[in-house]
Structure formats: structure tokens, C-alpha cells
């Protein structure tokens, strides 16, 4: 491979539009598409763009499996100490190791693949006289992820090998680890047992691998001997119906080092026919290049379907948002004209105010009517808040993305911002009235009471056809133009209270769906740096 920077600024580009996309709402598949989105940002990340910078890089060969498997007794094996710990018990938290040549060192002591680990070093075999061995704890509590380098000249130049976590380990974090090391690899070793190997967890990794086309290795651990050739054909046989017969495929005998005992090492010839195959992988030049090309050209082929995946997800996110804030919207805007007919049909002048005005003049006072008056208008807010609430309850019951794009139902803050906002039309309608009044006083009309021209108002507004007489009286206090201009003017405030009141019920609770920012434009930048990268063609 050749270093080519326009497919490298391609892929950043697509890079930074799959870190975008977002997937909050709790719709079916979103969980898939969150682990997908990782999946594709740390092959990304640890291995598709580190590797095509730097062609001539170590070959990274990720020793992977479930528990109890053999890893790491496979990987102290090949370098000829213990460099891991084997056994099946192992910590609570566990750094994984990476061994490589002493003259591979630089390619690992910078963020070059997996930048997101930091690096414990540890100096190679010879420097301290000793073993070096020694298990990390720093993996645990809330500290960065880390990495544990060691170097030995017993493998060969241009190969490193990193012992992952359990592939199905009960430590969500291990599990979550050993996926994003195994996305860094150029090439794939899966160990699985004599006992587990038509097990789901190895099978799950061997699909994967086939679907990237990694370059792919198997070891069938821990096989009997008398039952040897059985297992070995009937896992052939298995390789081959899911395609992957031309993997190959290393056989490692039940011997008493297998189960961690002792120095934790096999005998040389057991893991002689692998040691022999990658290092002719590290050392001959067409070998090394076609195992990085492979699993690189499996990674960028993967997009084509991944990728788009990913977009028709972020538009499933999109799609929900824009149907919740139309049922909403719907219900709010529903819930306003309910209010206006209301009003139109007089219903605000009942109960306490339809008594306050009949009682006006005489028996009540012009506050206390504009109270009463206020109040009913507060309670015809408050219901139509509570039916839009039950309306957007009811249609949206099943929809997965209700409880997380709403803001819960508060009834009892709605009803005390809903009078809060009636109160302060009330206000501004006492300023009109003010207003009004003191023109018609300078117009030589008497001197007409504010308090009593504001209460007029506010019941010719709500009281409707019942209120018939609240306007008459106006205009023989005003003028006819005079109280016109101020029905107008007031009935335009009250347009404005119900708009603005209910909009803000609205507003609050998509309050949360607003804060997801959830945009058709990841969509597109997905599918725009997908095309672009449709046009940069891999070699073969």
C-alpha cells in the first residue's frame, strides 16, 4: 500500500460525519446504530487511518476469544515468556499487553494506533535481569484507558501481538475493550476451544471478520488427542458452509500447560506452525502487504454498507423528532383555538365573574370583577393546557421517543405560569384603559374612571354575546372610535396571551428535544462523505 492523501482526507471527512451523528431517542435499532457508530469510529480511529498514513507500520496481529480460551498461555507461548497472565480467573480490571520487537518500539510509543490508550511501558527482557511481568491495576476507577507495551526480540521485526480482553467477559468494560482492540488489527487471531468452537461468541467474531474480510486466522485450542481429527474436520466443515474455508486454521493439543499451571508456556512445537506463519506474514514483503491491504480494503468496503446504515438511522431519529413536535404542535395549536371559541361563545363569564357582572356597578367593584374575570381566563388556559397534555399523552403513548424528546407533564407549574400570564394581560389592559382614558379626557368627553374603563374592556373581550352591553357602555364613554381603537388594541393583546402563553407550554415541553439537536444534516453530511469516498477507487 501507498500512502494517499486524498482517501485519507476522504475518510477524515466521513470520520467526523459518523463522531456527529447522534442517536438519543430510544427508537428500535438505536442501540444498534450507538454500537455501530463506535464500531465504525474506532476502526476509524485505531486502525483504517493510522494504518493507510503509515503503510510500512508493524503488522498488528489481536490475539481474540471468550474466557478460558488460552489467549494469553497462545501469546506467552510464541514469545517464549510470560509477558500476560493466563489463567481463566482473572482481575476485575485488566490492562491489555502488546508485544513487540525491540526495534518496533517507536511505531507503538505515540498515539499512532489506538490514541485513545495510554501507554505503561515496560522495559524489554534483559534491561532489568528479571521478569518483567507485572499486571496493571491502572484500568480501574475512572482513569484513562491504558495500554501495557512490552518488547522482546524473540518475535519478529514487524509484528506486534496484543492479548485482549474476554470477548464475553462479565465486565461490561472488558467486553467493550476487547471489540475496540480487535477493530484495531491487521490481523485477526481467533483462539476458541475443542469444547466451544460452534459456541455463538467465536462464530459472532468469525461473521464479523468475514463481513470486513479481515485477514483472519483460527486456533482450535485445548483438542484431545483422541479426539483430534473429529473436531478438526467438523470445524473445517463448519468454516467452509459459512465461507470461510480458505482461513487459516492451527490445531493446539490438551497438554498440561494449557490449563495456566506452571510457567503458563507450551511446548515449542505446539505453536511452531503459527510462529512460522506470521513471521513469514512479518517478513516476507508480499505476505505483510497483501494481510494489511486485505483487512484495509475489507474496512473501506465495509462503508459501503455501514455507512449507510449509520444515515438511515440518524433519519429515523430525525423522522420521530419532526412527528413529535407535529403531534405538539398540533395539540397546542388545537388547545388555542379551543380558548378563542371559548371566549367567542362568552364561556370566561361565568361562575364568580358572570355574578361580578351582574353585580356591576352596584354590587362590584371594577377589580374585583377585572379579578374575577382574570381568573376565568387563567382556568380556560389551564384546561386547554391539561387537554393538550392528555391529547399528547394519548397519541403518543407507544411512541419510544415520547419520554425522552417531552419534558414531563407539570400541571401544577402550568397552572400557576398560565395566571401569571393572564395577570400581566390584565395589566397591560389597565395600561390601554389608562391610556384611552386620558385621551377622551382631553377630548372633552367627562372624565371616564380607568379601573372602570379596564373592567368594560376585559368583559366585552370575554363575556362575548353575554357581554353586550360592556362595549355599549364603552362607547358612550369613549366615543365610538375611542372604544373601538381600544377593543381592538385589547383584543389584539389578548391574541397575543394566548399565542404566547400556550407557545411557551409548547416550548417547554419540547424543551429536551430541542436540546438533542436532532437535524436531517447528519444524514446528509453521511451520505455526502460516502459518496466522495465512492469515487476514490482501492487498488487491487
Not at 476451544?193 to 461468541?201: F, G, H, L, M, P
Not at 506474514?281 to 459501503?304: I, K, M, N, Q, Y
Not at 371559548?342 to 351582574?358: K, P, Q, R, V
Request: glycine content about 8%; charged content about 25%.
Amino acid at each position: 500500500m501507498d500512502v494517499r492523501p486524498r482517501l485519507l482526507d476522504t475518510l477524515s471527512t466521513l470520520r467526523d460525519s459518523v463522531d456527529a451523528a447522534r442517536f438519543p431517542l430510544p427508537l428500535p435499532g438505536a442501540a444498534r446504530a450507538r454500537r455501530n457508530r463506535a464500531d465504525l469510529l474506532a476502526q476509524l480511529d485505531d486502525y483504517l487511518v493510522p494504518r493507510l498514513r503509515a503503510p510500512e507500520a508493524p503488522l498488528l496481529a489481536v490475539v481474540g476469544g471468550s474466557t478460558g480460551a488460552g489467549k494469553s498461555t497462545l501469546v506467552n507461548s510464541l514469545v517464549g515468556r510470560r509477558v500476560t497472565e493466563a489463567g481463566v480467573l482473572r482481575p476485575t480490571t485488566r490492562t491489555p499487553v502488546l508485544v513487540c520487537h525491540p526495534d518496533d518500539r517507536q511505531w507503538f510509543s505515540e498515539q499512532r494506533v489506538l490514541p485513545q490508550f495510554a501507554r505503561v511501558w515496560v522495559p524489554a527482557q534483559g534491561d532489568t535481569g528479571g521478569e518483567t511481568y507485572a499486571e496493571e491495576d491502572a484500568a480501574a476507577g475512572d482513569g484513562p484507558a491504558q495500554i501495557r507495551i512490552e518488547s522482546d526480540e524473540a518475535l519478529p521485526r514487524g509484528l506486534a501481538l496484543l492479548d485482549a480482553p474476554d470477548i464475553d467477559s462479565l465486565v461490561a468494560r472488558n467486553r467493550e475493550l476487547a471489540a475496540e482492540l480487535i477493530c484495531a488489527a491487521d490481523v485477526w487471531i481467533l483462539v476458541t476451544t475443542a469444547t466451544r468452537y460452534a459456541d455463538a461468541v467465536p462464530w459472532h467474531l468469525l461473521r464479523t471478520a468475514k463481513e470486513y474480510d479481515a485477514t483472519l486466522v483460527t486456533i482450535l485450542d485445548r483438542v484431545p488427542h483422541q479426539v483430534a481429527a473429529d473436531v478438526s474436520r467438523q470445524y473445517a466443515a463448519l468454516l467452509s458452509a459459512a465461507g470461510l474455508g480458505d482461513v487459516p486454521r492451527f490445531t493446539i493439543p490438551e497438554l498440561p500447560e494449557s490449563a495456566g499451571g506452571g510457567s503458563g508456556l507450551l511446548p515449542t512445537t505446539a505453536v511452531a506452525a503459527l510462529r512460522d506463519w506470521l513471521a513469514h506474514c512479518a517478513r516476507d514483503p508480499g505476505a505483510r502487504a497483501a494481510a494489511a491491504e486485505r483487512t484495509a480494503a475489507g474496512v473501506v468496503a465495509s462503508l459501503r454498507s455501514r455507512v449507510p446504515a449509520l444515515a438511515a438511522a440518524v433519519a429515523a431519529q430525525h423522522a420521530a423528532a419532526v412527528r413529535l413536535a407535529q403531534r405538539v404542535d398540533h395539540a397546542y395549536r388545537a388547545a388555542a383555538e379551543r380558548v378563542r371559541r371559548e371566549i367567542g361563545s362568552g364561556a370566561a363569564l361565568a361562575g364568580g365573574a358572570l355574578t361580578h357582572w351582574h353585580g356591576y356597578p352596584k354590587d362590584s367593584a371594577p377589580d374585583e370583577l377585572l379579578a374575577a374575570l382574570t381568573d376565568s381566563l387563567a382556568t380556560l388556559l389551564r384546561t386547554a393546557a391539561a387537554t393538550a397534555d392528555e391529547q399528547i399523552a394519548t397519541t403518543g403513548g407507544k411512541d419510544p421517543a415520547t419520554r425522552a424528546g417531552l419534558a414531563p407533564r407539570d400541571p401544577v407549574g402550568a397552572a400557576e405560569r398560565l395566571g401569571v400570564a393572564a395577570r400581566r394581560w390584565r395589566r397591560c389592559v389597565e395600561d390601554l384603559a389608562e391610556e384611552e382614558a386620558g385621551q377622551a379626557r382631553s377630548a372633552d368627553r367627562g372624565a371616564p374612571d380607568p379601573e372602570d374603563t379596564a373592567a368594560l374592556l376585559v368583559a366585552a373581550l370575554l363575556g362575548g354575546r353575554r357581554a353586550r352591553s360592556a362595549g355599549e357602555s364603552l362607547a358612550e364613554a369613549l366615543g365610538a372610535h375611542g372604544a373601538l381603537r381600544l377593543r381592538d388594541r385589547g383584543a389584539r393583546l389578548l391574541d397575543e396571551l394566548l399565542e404566547q402563553a400556550l407557545d411557551a407550554e409548547r416550548d417547554r415541553r419540547l424543551a429536551p428535544l430541542d436540546v438533542l439537536d436532532i437535524t436531517p444534516d447528519h444524514q446528509v453530511r453521511l451520505i455526502a462523505a460516502l459518496s466522495v469516498l465512492e469515487k476514490e477507487r482501492w487498488p487491487r
